[in-house]
């Protein structure tokens, strides 16, 4: 039987000390149901009373409840649509090799997209006047007229693409911006094509829009790149977005103008498609590498969602800004989602952003010491992973990350661990021999590999491939002579 309370309750004024009853005398309340996730003893509670002395009228309360209980349990089912999405590998594998360094385990971390560099000192500072000058409170839920208006020439100075201030909405980092993207455009049954290997986030966002995420595979000897003639054939009526990541989040690819040209051509058949240019890398790239925003090209600007951000290229990951570009009717429908969700972005992270986009082209020498150091150490890793026997490179020309094909070590069976069956097995049994954390490639649509963040200092990094190397020894019978 449920558990079942009644509850009595009167209400009476007072005249002297006699009690005298008034009008809705008795109130009666009961549950049929009360559940928790334990469960408790039967138990009865035949009177609880409490009588309160008011001036110059009191009030007097008796309660009394019944409750008794074989079982009491709590519906613990969730939305499918929760039960659809996978966790982040990236976030569990931070969380699992923060947890060891602070067991004292002497782990590398080398999971997290995240510069190990401190945010420039005048975007800092920009923040920190925002406090002491009182600029604390809510800020339009687009963002600030001020940001807005500096992302608007950004656009236009260093991408060529023209804005008003109405067709920005600033949020709480360009994850947010491309979650609610996908949610506006997208009904159930909706089809986005989403390229492999891809930023792990993109096909959980899909199916959180009840829409189907159709994965392209890429080959490295191909630099990852999307084939568009693969593209073409997988069209359908059905397909709603196309998600385009450039420089690329793991391989650090960076997709060359001509070959966004062949891909516009294709996008501009089908009149439902529509593109997320997600283009948070853009200023971490090597020459002559160079980025091009998929909204300048021909007939693409009526199509496009351009998304970007300051975590990446300004240090500025913990602050929570990003900002996404587009058509009005798009824009206003993401902000829509957003009014009801978080609302607008920190109003300091907003006045910081206002600076970072003030520190001039590109972001200026800041931005170009960070990608300074970025090339070095890509090149580094390049060069030591390179006189390692049995691994595919295919060279970054932007971001801060390696996509090695490790495969050729597959198949080895090590003593006290097991079978290396594939790039999470790989990880884990790297994480337990070498203690570095490492993404397993299986995480971005592509088994084959596994993901290093060079987003540390060289030494680090360098002392990270040592221990690699030394764990892969008793790995070196699978790899083909």
Partial sequence: MPAAASFSIQPTSRIGNQPQPKSLANVALTSNSLSFSSQLQTFSLKSLSTTRQLHPQGFSASVRAEINSDTMQVDISLSPRVNSLKPSKTMAITDQATALVQAGVPVIRLAAGEPDFDTPIPIAEAGINAI????????????TLELRTAICH???????????????LVSNGAKQCILQAVLAVCSPGDEVIIPAPFWVSYPEMARLADATPVILPTSISENFLLDPKVLESTLTEKSRLLILCSPSNPTGSVYPRKLLEQIAEIVAKHPRLLVISDEIYEHIIYAPASHTSFASLPGMWDRTLTVNGFSKAFAMTGWRLGYLAGPKHFVSACGKIQSQSTSGASSISQKAGVAALGLGYAGGEAVANMVKAFRERRDALVKSFGELGGVQISEPQGAFYLFLDFSSYYGSKVDGFGVINGSEALCRYLLDKAHVALVPGDAFGDDTCIRISYAESLPTLEAAVERIKNALVALKPAVPV
């Fill in 132 to 143: 002491r000058e009182g600029f604390t409170r809510y800020t339009p839920n687009a963002g």
């Fill in 154 to 168: 950004k656009l236009k100075e260093e991408n060529g693409i023209s804005y008003t201030p109405d067709q920005i």
